[in-house]
């Protein structure tokens, strides 16, 4: 409590101190962190480096994979029909820039085993003589021709690259029918003028401003190589630098190298300079500062809310309170004034002033049960007992009030005795109450409460079923919540404390069970308590039933 008291007094001391260490404990971190990025900035430096050769490639691979294979994946029918010269439309609508030659191969149906040849400058077929190329090709296809001639099924079809010779970079796509089996193939020989001096330069203007931003064409140099070595591409042709990073192309032109240069310092002294990451963490630490004051925010207004709520509660508690007084004051009044026609009206006066002060304790005791619970001086006493017996009990109480109010109750006892079950009787009495209470208020016309008593699995639960105005499904989690009232209908308008529920919540909790809700606005309620059944206690008394001489269980 003193500690309590101690920080509402210097609450705002308290809040500016939880914006304070947190700021300085990050700038600490931040000037540790730079001066621990000059002992690696080359080793970072070089990632970012390996990071963009790899997206240059990503580039050349994702450029060829996607649109020679959309060029070379054709209808079957075209294969297995007879109408190979057909294909020719295709490529000429399909066949996009940097190919060479194009080529369409059937190892099905009245063509069976023909290669023709397509040149996409002409946009026609044509008969090329024996070269080297053409060895290539035959090497090529000649595993899908076998393939296909023994029927063996493809699981997967997609962009095959033959680059055994150099000088003849073949892409081929493999035609199945319906059943995968290969019918046929289509291919490509790539055009190595057009990749260096178109495929190249797009690729890498493409990807440098992503990974070093800025103008990094002044600051870098791309070079590419083939397998021997021999410079074949450079975005600085005056300048012979030493790279700095190296990558192979993946799917096509496998054996060339790129490599990557800097311009102006080495990797360490770019790396050293880039200290935009400093200003990521000034950002960091904006956010950081913004959050305390966002959180400051939230703290005030959540006090501001729990004083509206507490307001509301006095002035809801008020008017508990007068309701049944005025009624005890008026009953009591006409029993003095000797306004009493029978003794029959004189024990109706009675049982008025009776159900009232029961109402009457059933709140007060709910206010003191909520401040010993707040100040944590809440106690139970549990003993063995039966849950059946404990409701019908409760329900006795509450006889008088249903049918004063016209209410009929409808009480469901299971057909086998239950479990017994460690609990407080007192204290499940006044959770069980403030949910008949809560029956009562918001039934919305509806006269019956039924209360049921079952065993579910390891649990016995006590169930009351109201046809009331219901809850919505967005405040069935915080009506448990304490002085939390449902905004909006019926239930809103229906003067309470807002503890009943929380209490309800915290007996049962303190029991070791849980308390559960089902509701549908306009149809009802089911509120259930669940209490975990003694199983030492049940196992006791099972084997106590057993007969004379019969076994027990080891």
């Not at 799917?251 to 200290?275: C, K, P, Q, Y």
């Not at 849980?514 to 084997?543: M, N």
Request: contains cysteine.
């Amino acid at each position: 409590m003193r500690l309590a008291n101690l920080a509402r007094r210097h609450a705002l001391p308290l809040g500016f101190l939880a914006v304070l260490a947190p700021l300085a404990l990050l700038l600490a971190l931040q000037y540790r962190w730079l001066v621990k990025l000059d002992q690696t900035s080359a080793l970072a430096q070089q990632k970012q480096l390996d990071n963009y050769l790899e997206g240059v490639a990503a580039d050349v691979k994702w450029l060829y994979s996607t649109k020679m294979e959309r060029a070379l994946n054709l209808p079957s029918p075209l294969f297995t029909e007879g109408k190979l010269e057909k294909v020719a439309y295709f490529f000429r609508k399909e066949t996009p820039p940097g190919v060479r030659r194009l080529l369409a191969a059937s190892f099905a149906g009245p063509e069976k085993g023909e290669l023709r040849h397509f040149d996409p400058k002409a946009g026609c077929w044509y008969e090329p003589g024996w070269s080297d190329e053409e060895r290539a090709i035959w090497i090529a296809i000649s595993p899908w021709s076998t393939q296909a001639h023994k029927g063996a099924p493809l699981e997967k079809t997609s962009l095959v690259v033959e680059e055994r010779d150099p000088r003849s970079r073949i892409l081929l796509f493999p035609i199945t029918d319906e059943t995968s089996q290969v019918v046929g193939i289509t291919g490509l020989i790539l055009d190595e003028a057009h990749f260096r001096t178109a495929v190249l330069p797009a690729a890498i203007e493409h990807a440098l401003p992503k990974y070093f931003g800025g103008h990094p064409a002044d600051d870098f140099v791309v070079t590419v190589r083939d397998r021997g070595g021999v410079l074949v591409y450079t975005t600085d042709p005056k300048r012979r630098l030493r790279e700095e990073a190296k990558k192979p192309f993946s799917l096509v032109f496998t054996d060339w190298t790129m490599g990557l240069a800097s311009r102006h310092a080495t990797i360490a002294e770019v790396a050293h300079r880039s200290f935009g990451v400093n200003i990521g963490l000034s950002a960091l630490l904006a956010t950081v500062l913004l959050g305390g004051v966002v959180l400051a925010l939230r703290s005030a207004s959540r006090a501001v809310k729990l004083s509206a709520m507490k307001s509301d509660f006095v002035s809801n508690v008020s008017h508990e309170l007068r309701t049944p007084l005025a009624s005890i004051r008026v009953f009591g009044e006409l029993l003095r004034l000797g306004r009493v026609e029978s003794l029959e009206r004189a024990r109706e006066y009675g049982e008025y002033i009776e159900t009232e002060s029961r109402r009457l304790t059933q709140l007060i005791n709910n206010i003191l049960d909520f401040s010993s619970i707040e100040s944590g001086r809440k106690s139970y006493h549990f003993e063995q007992a039966d849950l059946g017996e404990v409701v019908a009990e409760t329900l006795k109480t509450f006889e008088v009030r249903l049918r004063q109010s016209g209410f009929v109750i409808r009480f469901e006892r299971p057909a086998a005795p239950l479990p017994p079950v460690q609990l407080d009787a007192g204290a499940i009495a006044q959770s069980l109450s403030n949910l008949l209470d809560n029956a009562v208020k918001y039934s919305n016309g509806g006269k019956e409460i039924a209360v049921a008593v079952a065993r579910e699995g390891g649990w016995v639960t006590v169930a009351v079923t109201d046809r009331g105005c219901g809850i919505p499904r967005d405040e069935q989690r915080k009506i448990f919540d304490r002085f939390h009232r449902v905004s909006t209908g019926l239930v809103h308008d229906v003067k309470g404390s807002g503890l009943g529920l929380a209490i309800v919540r915290h007996i049962v909790e303190a029991h070791q069970g849980r308390v559960t809700v089902e509701s549908k606005v306009g149809e009802g309620s089911t509120f259930a308590i669940w209490l975990p059944i003694d199983a030492a206690a049940e196992a006791a008394a099972a084997g106590d039933a057993l007969p004379a001489g019969a076994p027990q269980n080891a």
